[in-house]
Nanobody, 115 residues
Framework: QVQLVESGGGLVQPGGSLRLSCTPNIIFKITAMAWYRQGPGNQRELVAQ???????TYAQSVKDRFTVSRDRATNRMYLQMNSLKADDTAVYYCHFSMSKGPGYWGHGTQVTVSS
């Protein structure tokens, strides 16, 4: 059974930085990895994605502030978040996609941006 574990969330002041990690318990073939978030009263939204060939896409709201990356050897995924704003407050989830099936979700890590 594949499990994804997010870490790195917490409380940070506006303008601060955090680095999230998503670690799978086993290594398997992945077509894409992504970070989603769900803020209070909002739907879950795509934040950033990185494909198997390294191509990245970002939500407009986080472009130039967030960077998604991966470690090919461990399939660990990261999200470097800089210049954080109150609007970035949310539970952040990682998702791994495979060629078949719905993929896998982590349980989420809370990010709170507040002074």
């Amino acid at each position: 059974q594949v499990q994804l574990v997010e870490s790195g969330g917490g409380l940070v002041q506006p303008g601060g930085s955090l680095r999230l990690s998503c670690t799978p318990n086993i290594i398997f073939k992945i077509t894409a990895m992504a970070w989603y978030r769900q803020g209070p009263g909002n739907q879950r939204e795509l934040v950033a994605q990185i494909t198997a060939d390294g191509s990245t896409t970002y939500a407009q709201s986080v472009k130039d502030r967030f960077t998604v990356s991966r470690d090919r050897a461990t399939n660990r995924m990261y999200l470097q978040m800089n210049s954080l704003k109150a609007d970035d407050t949310a539970v952040y989830y990682c998702h791994f996609s495979m060629s078949k099936g719905p993929g896998y979700w982590g349980h989420g890590t809370q990010v709170t941006v507040s002074s």
